[in-house]
């Protein structure tokens, strides 16, 4: 267990709909980043921050797409008008901070199906 | 051409062989490396941190070459439970975005 916790762990949505998902990091960690997953596939970068500063962005985070780390604690994404290939698995890793920590540590991930 | 590239697999072999992974990465700027195992539905768990000079984590080997750009990663006396999807991981800048490679599936048969 790497103390980092998402929720929910599966959301099924009709098209159209939007959906919220949320990461909670390790308190320390001061860095905290955004995944996606499909099939077969690598994890790709959608976002990163730094404490509550959204630092970098993937071309891949349409306009569909928005994060969230107020206070830098935990974050959220949300997804408007999802669409069938916003299905995939939804990765939230934290690192850095006072745990001193260069690698990322993930959570058990959101699976979103997009129906 | 993606930014890491790695073998594309699957590789099934049977328990006890030594088995290694190939990964390579396009961007010399790359300043810290790992190796991550992701079983089936489950997220990326870190195996282990790759350092310039080579390390050992029991059966594990992680080498490191910064001239040639490439990683690798050496199973020895491969386990039914080292079945699962090996991934490359690159980082630019300590704590910026971290690569990932498109991963390599192991089957280790009985």
């Known amino acids: 267990d790497t103390g980092v916790s998402q929720n929910p762990r599966h959301k099924i949505t009709k098209r159209g709909q939007n959906v919220t998902f949320r990461c909670d990091p390790i308190?320390?960690?001061?860095?905290l980043y955004w995944y996606r997953q499909t099939l077969g596939q690598g994890p790709e970068f959608l976002t990163y921050?730094?404490?509550?500063?959204?630092?970098?962005k993937s071309r891949l985070l349409s306009d569909r797409f928005s994060a969230e780390r107020p206070k830098g604690s935990f974050s959220t994404l949300e997804i408007q008008r999802t669409e069938q290939g916003d299905s995939a698995m939804y990765l939230c890793?934290?690192?850095?901070?006072?745990?001193?920590?260069?690698?990322?540590?993930f959570g058990q991930g959101t699976r979103l199906t997009v129906v | 051409r993606k930014e890491v590239e790695q073998d594309p697999g699957p590789f099934n072999v049977p328990e006890g062989a030594t088995v290694a992974f190939n990964c390579t990465y396009s961007?010399?700027?790359?300043?810290?490396f790992f190796w991550y195992r992701q079983d089936c539905r489950k997220e990326p768990k870190l195996l282990m941190s790759?350092?310039?000079s080579g390390n050992e984590d029991g059966r594990f080997t992680a080498q490191l070459n910064r001239a040639s750009q490439y990683i690798s990663l050496l199973i020895r006396d491969s386990k039914l439970s080292d079945s699962a999807t090996y991934l490359c991981?690159?980082?630019?800048?300590?704590?910026?975005?971290?690569?990932f490679g498109p991963g390599t599936r192991l089957s280790v048969l009985p």
């Open positions: 890793a934290g690192t850095g901070g006072k745990t001193g920590h260069t690698e990322a540590f």
């Open positions: 308190s320390e960690h001061n860095r």
């Open positions: 921050f730094q404490n509550e500063a959204q630092l970098e």
């Open positions: 961007n010399s700027a790359s300043q810290s």
């Open positions: 790759v350092y310039s």
């Open positions: 991981v690159v980082n630019h800048n300590y704590g910026q975005n971290f690569v």
